[in-house]
């Protein structure tokens, strides 16, 4: 049999090597890879394509025989022009804004007089469509877009708009690149906890993981359809346990058969599992009485009788955990969702959001530097070779100067300056610009400041280090001078701080002082103590707001935007 295999079979006067390229899983052609051609498509003219996608807009022409639709799969900022005529499809049912189209036809090139488009599908076969009630679907019915805040009360269809849903694909992009930017420096994924018994930034902010309520809940539902005993029933079944045991007594007294001595205690042990019951039912019923079911011990909650058997939080922090494989497996990450319970309302809070966080091994501060910057000029860079479409969306309709911002950071060295020397630059210029908060070393330093540093006085990023200690986490690696510690941030046009990081305090001694001077228990942090205990090693990391990063690179206003389902005070939808 020969080796050479058959030429693939014509199609339209190609062959299928020519062809657009079938999306895999799915027998349909992505809209990208129709319009994303150099040649706009125009290349595949005359090529049978199927399609599937949502009509952004539609019209009907030529006294109804005729529609013009622009459909979107999600694959691309760009929508493909679809002709159907009534000989087809009827076209009344396909034209309303948010139609599910499933088609087959023949990609042409448009007459001359239409130059919007290289190509166009005219319709020879209609599969499916998912029809929408116009006069009841929430998104614009034309070109007009809702402001994203309207946008947030019908977050299961936002993803249908042009801006969402090119979010969405930068999100996804800058997923890819992360996990691309560390696997290809050789650091391990490491999968930390949601459910978490630390507190990471010890600013006791945390959602609390408990089934006590539930449990409160159960016991009064319970106590409803059953109520527990009366104080003389109890009593009864007390003094059965009585009287069965002195019968056992008396039995074994009066060398009893040993049937009837069993039998006897046969009826001792159920008459005690009786009374046990009874007596259970009424300490459930008192503590429902005097505590509303939740178990409580010196007057505290008695944690020891929920799920976990102490207290359990949601976690605000992957990294002391990742420290863990940090100290066996020298450089590692962690990327998940945290969670934080501060009732705010700004445009930079959320109570669920994501972040990215390292640990090396063996590294110190300006180790965890140089990788923050590298990190952050790949993310950037990668976004200019791989999303570039959408950058454009994003800069034409959302941010002038985010493709821009873009290119700057992915080609710009980080200035590195210390804190002091940050207040000192800051302090010179409050004496000439007016800043809402008040400039003195020792705080912390606001989005003003830093947005100060970054886009007026270096016009490029910054990684500001070596912060009072009196202001970061317990954690931090304590400098020589015992009043900063090995602290760094990194400063971007637009939003500020988008990395937090330092190196991490190694000396056993020095790490159980801090813990003890921030007023956090030692208990729940042995565990990361004994880092220090068993085989101590210099280590750093930093963590990413990934939401942020985003935020930075669309140039959207608000954190919520930028999140497929944000969660902040009063809202959890879906």
Not at 196 to 225: H, P, W, Y
Not at 256 to 280: G, P, Q, R
Request: proline share 5%; net charge negative.
């Amino acid at each position: 049999m020969s080796g050479d295999s058959a030429p693939p079979p014509a199609m339209d006067g190609l062959t299928l090597s020519d062809a657009v390229p079938e999306a895999e899983f799915s027998k349909r052609v992505l809209i990208k890879s129709i319009l994303g051609r150099p040649d706009k498509g125009a290349g595949l003219n005359g090529q049978k394509v199927r399609i599937g996608g949502w009509v952004k807009t539609g019209r009907e022409a030529e006294k109804g025989t005729l529609a013009f639709l622009q459909v979107n799969d999600g694959s691309s900022p760009e929508n493909l022009q679809v002709l159907v005529k009534s000989d087809v499809y009827k076209v009344s049912d396909v034209v309303a804004t948010g139609t599910c189209v499933h088609i087959e036809g023949l990609l042409q090139r448009p007459p001359e007089t239409a130059t919007q488009q290289n190509i166009e599908l005219q319709v020879s076969k209609v599969i499916s469509v998912g029809t929408v009630d116009a006069a009841k679907y929430p998104l614009p019915k034309s070109k007009a877009r809702l402001p994203l805040e309207l946008l947030r009360d019908v977050v299961h269809l936002r993803p249908r708009t042009n801006i969402i849903s090119a979010i969405a694909r930068i999100r996804n992009a800058l997923a890819y690149a992360t996990h691309t930017f560390f696997q290809n420096h050789g650091f391990l994924y490491i999968h930390t906890p949601i459910i978490t018994t630390s507190d990471c930034e010890g600013a006791g902010e945390m959602f609390q993981v408990t089934t006590l309520i539930n449990d409160a809940e159960r016991l009064e539902k319970e106590l409803k359809e059953t109520p527990p005993p009366s104080v003389a029933g109890l009593k009864a079944a007390e003094l059965a346990v009585t009287e069965k045991g002195e019968a056992v007594a008396q039995l074994k007294a009066g060398k009893a058969s040993k049937k009837e001595i069993a039998d006897a205690v046969s009826e001792l042990t159920k008459a005690k599992e009786n009374f046990s019951k009874l007596d259970e039912r009424c300490k459930l019923a008192e503590r429902f009485r005097l505590h509303g079911g939740i178990p409580k011990k010196d007057g505290k909650i008695d944690y020891t009788e929920d799920f976990f058997a102490r207290q359990a939080f949601l976690t605000v922090s992957g990294q002391l955990q990742v420290e863990t494989y940090a100290c066996a497996l020298s450089s590692v990450y962690t990327f998940g969702p945290t969670f934080r319970a501060e009732n705010s309302h700004t445009s930079r809070h959320l109570a669920e959001f994501w972040m990215v966080e390292p640990e090396i091994a063996f590294a110190d501060i300006q180790d965890d530097m140089n990788c923050a910057e590298a990190y952050v000029r790949f993310l950037c860079q990668w976004l200019l070779d791989n999303c570039y479409d959408d950058m454009e969306f994003m800069t034409k309709h959302v941010d002038k100067s985010a493709l821009e911002r873009l290119k700057m950071v992915a080609g710009s060295k980080f200035e590195k300056i210390t804190y002091t020397k940050a207040v000192e630059i800051l302090e010179e210029a409050a004496k000439v610009k007016k800043f809402e908060n008040k400039v003195e070393w020792g705080i912390d330093l606001a989005s003003e400041h830093e947005r100060y540093l970054t886009e007026e006085k270096f016009k490029a990023p910054v990684i500001v280090y070596n912060y009072p200690k009196a202001i970061k986490a317990f954690y931090m690696k304590v400098n020589e001078d015992n009043n900063t510690v090995a602290a760094m941030d990194v400063l971007v046009p637009k939003v500020g701080e988008l990395i937090g990081g330092s190196q991490r305090e190694e000396n056993y001694e020095v790490l159980q002082q801090r813990i003890l001077d921030s007023g956090l228990p030692l208990e729940p942090y042995q565990w990361y103590l004994d880092l220090r205990r068993y085989g101590t090693v210099e280590h750093s990391g930093f963590g990413l707001g990934f939401e942020r990063m985003i935020l930075f690179a669309t140039g959207v206003e608000n954190i919520r935007d930028v999140i497929p389902f944000p969660r902040y005070p009063g809202r959890a939808d879906l």
